[in-house]
C-alpha cells in the first residue's frame, strides 16, 4: 500500500517568516494530494489539495508544490501569523488504492510571535 | 459546521465497558472512514465503508467493530475498553469510489472517549 513520510515533525518559525513541509510517497499511481491542517483539540480541515496533472497550486499564503518524478510534494507558508500554529499532515490517495488517503505523520508548527 | 457529524462529543467510560460512537456523512458522499487519534499521534486508519460495505482495515483491534447502516450512517462499536483506547475518534467521509464528487475528506469534530 502507499507510504507517506512527512518531515520535518516540528518546525518552529519566526512571525513573518516561511515554513516549508515536505512529503514524499511511494505509489508511483497516486494522483492526489491533500492537506489537512488540525488546530488543537478539532477536526483536521483541508487548507489545499493539488492533483497529479497540476505541478504548483497557490491559495493567497500558501502553495503546495508536486514533484512526480522523485514522488514528492510540499507545503509552503509564507509570511507566517500566530493563527498558523497547528499540526499539518499530508495525504496521498490513488485508485488503485480506492482513493484512500494515507496520511503524513503530521508536522506540528509553531509560529513564534 | 463541515457536514459530518458526529456524536456524542465526549464520553467518559470505565474499563470493561462497550460504547458505540456514531457518525452521519455530508449529504450525498458514499464514503466513510474512521481514524483514531491518541495524545499528540498522527491519524492512525481504523475502516473504510463505502454504500454499506466494507473496503478497507487499517489497525482495527479485534475488540472494536463498525457498520454502515443503508441510510448511510455509521457506527463505531468498542468493547472491552482499555485506558488506552481513550482517544480523539475522527470520521470522515467523502464522495466515494466510482464517481467521485470531490477527492478529499471532510472529517467531523470528533469524539473524545475517555476510559477510566
Known sequence: GENVEQHPSTLSVQEGDSA???????????NYFPWYKQELGKRPQL???????VGEKKDQRIAVTLNKTAKHFSL???ETQPEDSAVYFCAASSQSNDYKLSFGAGT?????? | DSGVTQTPKHLITATGQRVTLRC???????S???????????LQFLIHYYNGEERAKGNILERFSAQQFPDLHSELNLSSLELGDSALYFCASSGGIDRFRDYGYTFGSGTRLTVV
Open chain 1, 20 to 30: 516549508v513541509i515536505k512529503c514524499t510517497y511511494s505509489d508511483s499511481a497516486s
Open chain 1, 47 to 53: 487548507i489545499i489539495d493539488i492533483r497529479s496533472n
Open chain 1, 76 to 78: 509552503h507558508i509564507t
Open chain 1, 108 to 113: 506540528t508548527v509553531t509560529v513564534r510571535a
Open chain 2, 24 to 30: 452521519s456523512p455530508r449529504s450525498g458522499d458514499l
Open chain 2, 32 to 42: 466513510v472512514y474512521w481514524y483514531q487519534q491518541s495524545l499528540d499521534q498522527g
